[in-house]
């Protein structure tokens, strides 16, 4: 699966941006997607996931409540919202994909996108 993300930028305390990640060639091996996000001298994190088939999602909880994941079957697009960000969400933001299982765990997903970054200023 080829994977795309796209929608980072720079953006004050308190904004939003919508990333996406379009999902291409081999999509009917993909189970779920995951976004997650890694930030200078830090590990890469979980942030949201969905399921194709069913919607099913999970969130970290940094951002429940703030973050919204949805998808698009039809264009194989996944989205994240992002609202009432903080400077501690700047980060690359990656999109990926599993075959196995809607999981917080990145060795579990087996395709990724190149990053988008993130910037949220204070």
């Known amino acids: 699966v080829q994977l795309q993300a796209s929608g980072g930028g720079l953006v004050q305390a308190g904004g939003s941006l919508r990333l996406s990640c379009a999902a291409s060639?081999?999509?009917?091996?993909?189970?779920?997607m995951g976004w997650f996000r890694q930030a200078p001298g830090k590990e890469r994190e979980f942030v949201s996931g969905?399921?194709?088939?069913?919607?099913?999602?999970l969130y970290a909880d940094s951002v429940k409540g703030r973050f919204t994941i949805a998808k698009d079957n039809a264009k194989k697009t996944v989205y994240l919202q992002m609202n009432s960000l903080k400077p501690e969400d700047t980060a690359d933001y990656y999109c990926?994909?599993?075959?196995?299982?809607?999981?917080?765990?990145?060795?579990?997903?087996?395709?990724w996108g190149q990053g988008t970054l993130v910037t949220v200023s204070s």
């Open positions: 990926a994909s599993s075959m196995r299982d809607l999981v917080s765990m990145s060795t579990w997903y087996e395709d």
């Open positions: 060639g081999r999509t009917f091996s993909s189970y779920a």
């Open positions: 969905i399921t194709w088939s069913a919607g099913s999602t």
